[in-house]
């Protein structure tokens, strides 16, 4: 063989295998964080290892729609997470233990479903870390997240919340305290406040005015923008804007079992419609700690998520104030 | 027709004879194509992404039916990578004639198949998938890897480059619209052929390879089937082969009157019909149809397409053709005939891609820098956002484009109806019809 | 292209000039066609606040086709019915995005006559490039005037015809 032939030969052999070799080492080396729908495999992968103190270094990129990702119980912004390019995001934990990552943008009905853990390990940081929650109050008082609810009240209109915070604190002392709103549903105080001896006789429509009143009182304007922010951003999409469990996908989750349409997982048939959130009937008799309770554990297979490894405490409160404005006038 | 000889320039001809030049296109090329492969497996699943249908279906289309075809001809051709392998092996060297030849089966193509039916079959076989081979990376990965594989199978088994003669779907289009192309390979002087001993532009020689294309470049006469890979330049012993400058569309004053050709005419304007509807129109229902593929909607869908394809479009051309009672008169006309619609069907193509190309471009600039989507940045622009190119300009091009087109088939058509001694009358108004649909589904 | 040759110099010649003068007649009529201006006001309504309430699924928006007048204020309410979807005015320029839950709207004037595609603008699975609506504005005069041409070139080319006709032997 003639030495230009070989030179050639060579030349050619070297560009092409690198054109393939090269590419796949590259691909191969780098580890990343896949972020799909759950329908088609969720987070790969989905259980991630990190120490306590020392960055955890993610890179994270989308193979369908965007999606965003965040970690639960941790305080560090959420990222988004787009098709195509790769989002780099660092986290460092204080704290061992589990900690539960998921997606933040509505990226399908099944979007909660897309979760995935990550184990650290090691020592805490600081004296102060974060202790591990106590029992959730709804367990605490044995309340019974299933047991049918009915208010059997009709009101021509939304109460309106007529008293201030000072007047509640100074004529209502009893019912103010954070305590009591938190253990008592709103139907269950209206009662008690009419048929209190000590308190002047009122009718109906003053007695749920103080009731929303005292509602108003146990949380402020930034709790209910924080309420608001979050149910829009993780509640709204099933139970709808205003509550009414009229969300995009409500239809997809209330269809019957066996017609699942493309998008549901087939191992959940037992969806049902999201509840409606505006129906007095039900959410008069909830008291705060039955919707927390709701929202921690959440629907057991009906398609309403669980919250408890997502959700801070200060979080479940908000949503659980902003709740209440559908049925409390509150300015 | 005058035409200006381009390689009366003797750089310009050293430079396309030199082996060492074509070899280094062709391996960049081939390197391209086999990263191309590798990034639709292992890149990101998301289409617009990705750099193989990025590279393959917005910056390689963008560049064969805006540049290459229209001014080139088959200059595409001459540069693809798909039958190197292939030939690298056939030929057993990668630069010229030397030792001994390999012996491979070395069959002839079958004779029935000497046309450019199976190509056709082969397009219509794609577009049937179009929507998920644009937009999925996997897909477009395999079906190049599928063509490499075949163009390799068939150089062991056949003569000459018997893929992209009668199998390749880009080819067979290719073929037809290069007619228009302003570029031309011809000899310079039929007598010095008639007596040249041995023929090596077709039979081969210590200089070179005969004809890959199985064309005598003796007797060309049209661009079709030449794919201006220069052999014949290096083994023309007379130095009588030449490339030339001309006008735009001289092959088509001389149609050539073939069935197969017309059909690929019908096949070209029909996907370019249905593309424009279903890719760029706001019907959901139908990009769903062709999308989920195996769905009762999608069977009607390829119904549909193949009956507007090969029954609709052509049956009613013929009815702009004469019918009569001598059949192969009346097949000659036809296909004459439809060889007029051949800058409309390119007008359409090129207004058809201006669409997406100009829509999408920027997704090409992104890629570039990321063409692995493992988050490197190159040349700073793989956090470009996407953005439509040139917005204000593309319905007033894609406006010219049709109408220019359309004035060019019903000339041409007046033409060769004239010369048929038939009335162009129908032939113009199926264009003028067919025209204005594509200007409704685009503009 | 070719005539049959006249018998004639005489002939010849006028019907030189009457080709030359069709030519003509055909490229003024061309360049009206493409670049005379629309008469306006013509019954034009008058401009009005319109809402539109869009849902956009993969991959179709619903309604897919919109028509406002020339001068509307238009507000364009996006709900996205499974993952977060875009809405981009090409010619416009103008977008929104829309999480699924959280409506998002977008309010712009229509002062562009013609026929623009909005497309999805937030990557949404396979068939994202694909994603396209249209909204007309007014007339749409690209299309009209496109039309117009061709209708003029079928003219002009049944003109030649005639010509040739006239000229010598052409059915």
Same mark, same amino acid.
């Given at each position: 063989?003639?030495?230009?032939?070989?030179?050639?030969?060579?030349?050619?052999?070297?560009?092409?295998?690198?054109?393939?070799?090269?590419?796949?080492?590259?691909?191969?080396?780098?580890?990343?964080?896949?972020?799909?729908?759950?329908?088609?495999?969720?987070?790969?992968?989905? +259980?991630?290892?990190?120490?306590?103190?020392?960055?955890?270094?993610?890179?994270?990129?989308?193979?369908?729609?965007?999606?965003?990702?965040?970690?639960?119980?941790?305080?560090?912004?959420?990222?988004?997470?787009?098709?195509?390019?790769?989002? @780099?995001?660092?986290?460092?934990?204080?704290?061992?233990?589990?900690?539960?990552?998921?997606?933040?943008?509505?990226?399908?009905?099944?979007?909660?479903?897309?979760?995935?853990?990550? $184990?650290?390990?090691? $020592?805490?940081?600081?004296?102060?870390?974060? +202790?591990?929650?106590?029992?959730?109050?709804?367990?605490?008082?044995?309340?019974?997240? @299933?047991?049918?609810?009915?208010?059997?009240?009709?009101?021509?209109?939304?109460?309106?919340?007529?008293?201030?915070?000072?007047?509640?604190?100074?004529?209502?002392?009893?019912?103010?305290?954070?305590?009591?709103?938190?253990?008592?549903?709103?139907?269950?105080?209206?009662?008690?406040?009419?048929?209190?001896?000590?308190?002047?006789?009122?009718?109906?429509?003053?007695?749920? $005015?103080?009731?929303?009143?005292?509602?108003?009182?146990?949380?402020?304007?930034?709790?209910?923008? @924080?309420?608001?922010?979050?149910?829009?951003?993780?509640?709204?999409?099933?139970?709808?804007?205003?509550?009414?469990?009229?969300?995009?996908?409500? +239809?997809?989750?209330?269809?019957?079992?066996?017609?699942?349409? $493309?998008?549901?997982?087939?191992?959940?048939?037992?969806?049902?419609?999201?509840?409606?959130? +505006?129906?007095?009937?039900?959410?008069?008799?909830?008291?705060?700690?039955?919707?927390?309770?709701?929202?921690?554990?959440?629907?057991?297979?009906?398609?309403?998520?669980?919250?408890?490894?997502?959700?801070?405490? @200060?979080?479940?409160?908000?949503?659980?104030?902003?709740? &209440?404005?559908?049925?409390?006038? &509150?300015? | 027709?005058?035409?200006?000889?381009?390689?009366?320039?003797?750089?310009?001809?050293?430079?396309?004879?030199?082996?060492?030049?074509?070899?280094?296109?062709?391996?960049?090329?081939?390197?391209?194509?086999?990263?191309?492969?590798?990034?639709?497996?292992?890149?990101?699943?998301?289409?617009?992404?990705?750099?193989?249908?990025?590279?393959?279906?917005?910056?390689?289309?963008?560049?064969?039916?805006?540049?290459?075809?229209?001014?080139?001809?088959?200059?595409?051709?001459?540069?693809?990578?798909?039958?190197?392998?292939?030939?690298?092996?056939?030929?057993?060297?990668?630069?010229?004639?030397?030792?001994?030849?390999?012996?491979?089966?070395?069959?002839?193509?079958?004779?029935?198949?000497?046309?450019?039916?199976?190509?056709?079959?082969?397009?219509?076989?794609?577009? =049937?998938?179009?929507?998920?081979?644009?937009?999925?990376? =996997?897909?477009?990965?395999?079906?190049?890897?599928?063509?490499?594989?075949?163009?390799?199978?068939?150089?062991?088994?056949?003569?000459?480059?018997?893929?992209?003669?009668?199998?390749?779907?880009?080819?067979?289009?290719?073929?037809?619209?290069?007619?228009?192309?302003?570029?031309?390979?011809?000899?310079?002087?039929?007598?010095?052929?008639?007596?040249?001993?041995?023929?090596?532009?077709?039979?081969?020689?210590?200089?070179?390879?005969?004809?890959?294309?199985?064309?005598?470049?003796?007797?060309?006469?049209?661009?079709?089937?030449?794919?201006?890979?220069?052999?014949?330049?290096?083994?023309?012993?007379?130095?009588?082969?030449?490339?030339? =400058?001309?006008?735009?569309?001289?092959?088509?004053?001389?149609?050539?009157?073939?069935?197969?050709?017309?059909?690929?005419?019908?096949?070209?304007?029909?996907?370019?019909?249905?593309?424009?509807?279903?890719?760029?129109?706001?019907?959901?229902?139908?990009?769903?149809?062709?999308?989920?593929?195996?769905?009762?909607?999608?069977?009607?869908?390829?119904?549909?397409?193949?009956?507007?394809?090969?029954?609709?479009?052509?049956?009613?051309?013929?009815?702009?053709?004469?019918?009569?009672?001598?059949?192969?008169?009346?097949?000659?006309?036809?296909?004459?005939?439809?060889?007029?619609?051949?800058?409309?069907?390119?007008?359409?193509?090129?207004?058809?891609?201006?669409?997406?190309?100009?829509?999408?471009?920027?997704?090409?600039?992104?890629?570039?820098?990321?063409?692995?989507?493992?988050?490197?940045?190159?040349?700073?622009?793989?956090?470009?956002?996407?953005?439509?190119?040139?917005?204000?300009?593309?319905?007033?091009?894609?406006?010219?484009?049709?109408?220019?087109?359309?004035?060019?088939?019903?000339?041409?058509?007046?033409?060769?109806?004239?010369?048929?001694?038939?009335?162009?009358?129908?032939?113009?108004?199926?264009?003028?019809?067919?025209?204005?649909?594509?200007?409704?589904?685009?503009? | 292209?070719?005539?049959?040759?006249?018998?004639?110099?005489?002939?010849?010649?006028?019907?030189?000039?009457?080709?030359?003068?069709?030519?003509?007649?055909?490229?003024?009529?061309?360049?009206?066609?493409?670049?005379?201006?629309?008469?306006?006001?013509?019954?034009?309504?008058?401009?009005?606040?319109?809402?539109?309430? /869009?849902?956009?699924?993969?991959?179709?928006?619903?309604?897919?086709?919109?028509?406002?007048?020339?001068?509307?204020?238009?507000?364009?309410?996006?709900?996205?019915?499974?993952?977060?979807?875009?809405?981009?005015?090409?010619?416009?320029?103008?977008? /929104?995005?829309?999480?699924?839950?959280? /409506?998002?709207?977008?309010?712009?004037?229509?002062?562009?006559?013609?026929?623009?595609?909005?497309?999805?603008?937030?990557?949404?699975?396979?068939?994202?490039?694909?994603?396209?609506?249209?909204?007309?504005?007014?007339?749409?005069?690209?299309?009209?005037?496109?039309?117009?041409?061709?209708?003029?070139?079928?003219?002009?080319?049944?003109?030649?015809?005639?010509?040739?006709? /006239?000229?010598?032997?052409?059915?």
């Amino acid at each position: 063989m003639r030495g230009p032939e070989v030179l050639a030969r060579s030349v050619v052999g070297l560009v092409l295998a690198a054109a393939v070799a090269v590419p796949l080492f590259l691909v191969w080396r780098t580890p990343m964080v896949h972020a799909r729908m759950a329908e088609s495999g969720g987070w790969l992968p989905d +259980a991630l290892t990190a120490r306590v103190g020392v960055p955890l270094h993610l890179r994270l990129t989308s193979d369908d729609v965007l999606h965003g990702f965040a970690v639960g119980k941790l305080d560090a912004p959420s990222v988004d997470v787009i098709p195509g390019k790769v989002t @780099d995001v660092t986290l460092l934990f204080q704290v061992p233990g589990t900690y539960t990552f998921y997606c933040t943008r509505w990226c399908g009905v099944n979007h909660w479903r897309m979760r995935g853990t990550i $184990e650290v390990a090691g $020592e805490p940081s600081t004296a102060t870390a974060a +202790a591990l929650p106590g029992q959730p109050l709804y367990a605490a008082l044995g309340i019974d997240l @299933d047991a049918p609810r009915d208010a059997a009240v009709v009101l021509a209109q939304k109460p309106l919340a007529s008293l201030s915070k000072d007047q509640i604190r100074r004529e209502f002392a009893q019912y103010a305290t954070t305590d009591y709103y938190r253990t008592h549903a709103p139907t269950e105080v209206w009662q008690t406040l009419r048929g209190d001896p000590a308190l002047p006789p009122m009718d109906e429509t003053k007695a749920w $005015e103080v009731t929303a009143s005292i509602w108003r009182s146990n949380t402020t304007a930034q709790e209910l923008a @924080d309420g608001e922010r979050l149910f829009a951003q993780n509640c709204a999409a099933c139970h709808g804007s205003r509550g009414a469990g009229d969300g995009v996908f409500a +239809a997809e989750l209330a269809a019957a079992p066996g017609s699942a349409s $493309e998008g549901t997982l087939a191992a959940a048939p037992m969806t049902q419609a999201p509840a409606n959130l +505006a129906d007095p009937a039900r959410m008069l008799a909830a008291s705060p700690a039955l919707l927390q309770g709701k929202i921690l554990r959440g629907g057991m297979g009906t398609g309403m998520p669980s919250w408890g490894p997502i959700l801070t405490e @200060d979080q479940t409160w908000s949503i659980v104030a902003y709740l &209440y404005t559908f049925q409390f006038e &509150y300015h | 027709m005058s035409t200006l000889e381009l390689t009366a320039s003797a750089r310009l001809k050293a430079l396309l004879k030199n082996r060492y030049a074509q070899l280094a296109v062709l391996v960049l090329m081939l390197a391209g194509y086999a990263f191309a492969i590798v990034a639709g497996v292992v890149g990101s699943p998301v289409g617009s992404s990705n750099f193989s249908i990025v590279f393959v279906w917005i910056a390689w289309w963008a560049a064969l039916i805006l540049v290459a075809v229209p001014l080139l001809g088959r200059g595409w051709c001459s540069v693809c990578p798909i039958p190197i392998p292939g030939e690298w092996l056939q030929r057993g060297n990668v630069l010229g004639p030397h030792g001994r030849q390999p012996r491979w089966r070395g069959l002839r193509w079958p004779r029935q198949l000497r046309n450019i039916w199976l190509q056709s079959a082969a397009f219509l076989l794609l577009a =049937l998938f179009s929507i998920v081979l644009l937009t999925t990376p =996997l897909v477009t990965a395999v079906v190049l890897g599928s063509m490499l594989v075949a163009a390799t199978a068939l150089g062991m088994v056949f003569q000459r480059r018997s893929f992209c003669r009668y199998l390749c779907p880009v080819g067979g289009f290719i073929g037809l619209y290069s007619q228009v192309a302003p570029v031309e390979l011809r000899v310079k002087d039929k007598l010095i052929c008639i007596s040249c001993e041995g023929k090596p532009c077709y039979n081969g020689s210590a200089r070179g390879y005969g004809c890959p294309w199985d064309v005598f470049p003796g007797g060309l006469s049209r661009n079709t089937y030449c794919g201006l890979c220069m052999e014949c330049l290096r083994t023309c012993p007379h130095d009588n082969i030449a490339v030339n =400058l001309r006008a735009f569309a001289s092959d088509l004053n001389q149609p050539a009157g073939r069935l197969d050709e017309a059909f690929k005419s019908f096949v070209m304007l029909g996907s370019a019909l249905i593309y424009s509807a279903v890719l760029l129109g706001p019907w959901g229902a139908l990009k769903d149809a062709a999308y989920r593929i195996g769905s009762s909607a999608w069977f009607v869908y390829v119904v549909s397409f193949l009956v507007i394809i090969c029954l609709v479009l052509p049956g009613l051309f013929a009815l702009c053709a004469s019918p009569g009672r001598d059949a192969r008169a009346f097949r000659l006309r036809f296909s004459r005939l439809s060889s007029a619609l051949i800058p409309l069907g390119l007008a359409a193509w090129i207004a058809f891609s201006l669409s997406f190309i100009l829509t999408n471009g920027t997704y090409v600039l992104a890629s570039l820098s990321d063409p692995l989507n493992l988050g490197w940045n190159l040349f700073g622009t793989s956090g470009l956002a996407w953005q439509p190119l040139l917005s204000a300009v593309l319905a007033p091009t894609q406006s010219l484009a049709l109408t220019g087109g359309f004035v060019w088939s019903g000339t041409l058509a007046h033409k060769v109806a004239s010369e048929s001694r038939i009335s162009s009358v129908p032939a113009v108004l199926y264009a003028g019809a067919v025209t204005l649909l594509l200007m409704r589904l685009l503009l | 292209m070719r005539i049959a040759p006249t018998p004639g110099g005489v002939q010849a010649g006028s019907s030189t000039r009457k080709r030359r003068f069709a030519w003509l007649l055909v490229v003024v009529a061309a360049l009206l066609v493409a670049f005379a201006p629309f008469p306006t006001g013509m019954g034009a309504p008058p401009p009005i606040h319109r809402l539109i309430s /869009v849902q956009a699924g993969q991959y179709a928006y619903a309604p897919s086709e919109l028509q406002v007048n020339l001068g509307d204020t238009v507000t364009i309410e996006l709900a996205s019915t499974d993952s977060v979807h875009g809405l981009y005015i090409d010619g416009y320029g103008y977008s /929104v995005q829309a999480d699924p839950g959280q /409506v998002a709207s977008l309010t712009f004037v229509a002062d562009r006559p013609g026929s623009f595609r909005f497309r999805c603008n937030v990557t949404c699975g396979a068939l994202h490039p694909f994603m396209i609506g249209k909204l007309s504005v007014g007339r749409d005069t690209t299309l009209l005037r496109s039309a117009g041409l061709t209708v003029l070139g079928v003219l002009g080319l049944l003109l030649i015809r005639r010509q040739d006709a /006239v000229a010598g032997g052409v059915p």
